[in-house]
């Protein structure tokens, strides 16, 4: 394993509510990414992170906020849930050496949103 | 902006047959090229990659990648399948050189269904 928990695993919420997901590393790696993954559409990156507090959008960033306060956990908060939010959310981790491209992946949370 | 085409979302085959994975890239800068897999209700791991050097790559289970420039493909391979490859298989590609952050381009998917 990569080291990398995300919480919760599973998650049922309300239109228009907010909602934060977690994802934890023991890497203390430098790249921290969230992905959504639908049919059809593989994975869309939503938004990363290069360092503490350095984050810019991804892909499919609307609607979406994260933050990064330290190296270990990137939080993916969603201010006000919509259906179309639905999807299964997988955090992502990559080491900042040179030469070194591949990202380990979280095991994923399941958001539905009703 | 770089693009991935797995071009088959399904595919279904026996046992103990070869299989070939289809992916096509689209992209103006040099890119490095993944691929993952994801066993059912588990997240996404990697398969293989190619950054450099042979055009042919392996993975310790029996896959093999080749990239194909010329062809922008990166079609992924097993000359004998078991039960246990039943997965989805993700194709990606990110910038070469490490000036985009590491950020994947991902394609749609194919689920490899391996039959008795």
Known sequence: DAGITQSPRHKVTETGTPVTLRCHQTENHRYMYWYRQDPGHGLRLIHYSYGVKDTDKGEVSDGYSVSRSKTEDFLLTLESATSSQTSVYFCAIKEGSSGTYEQYFGPGTRLTVT | ?116
């Open chain 2, 1 to 116: 902006a770089q693009s991935v085409t797995q071009l088959d979302s399904q595919v279904p085959v026996f046992e103990e047959a070869p299989v070939e994975l289809r992916c096509n890239y689209s992209s103006s800068v040099s890119v490095y090229l993944f691929w993952y897999v994801q066993y059912p209700n588990q997240g996404l791991q990697l398969l293989l990659k190619y950054l450099s050097g042979s055009t042919l790559v392996e993975s310790i289970n029996g896959f093999e990648a080749e990239f194909n420039k010329s062809q922008t493909s990166f079609h992924l391979r097993k000359p004998s399948v078991h039960i246990s490859d039943t997965a989805e298989y993700f194709c990606a590609v990110t910038i070469a050189g490490g000036t985009s952050y590491g950020k994947l381009t991902f394609g749609q998917g194919t689920i490899l269904t391996v039959h008795p």
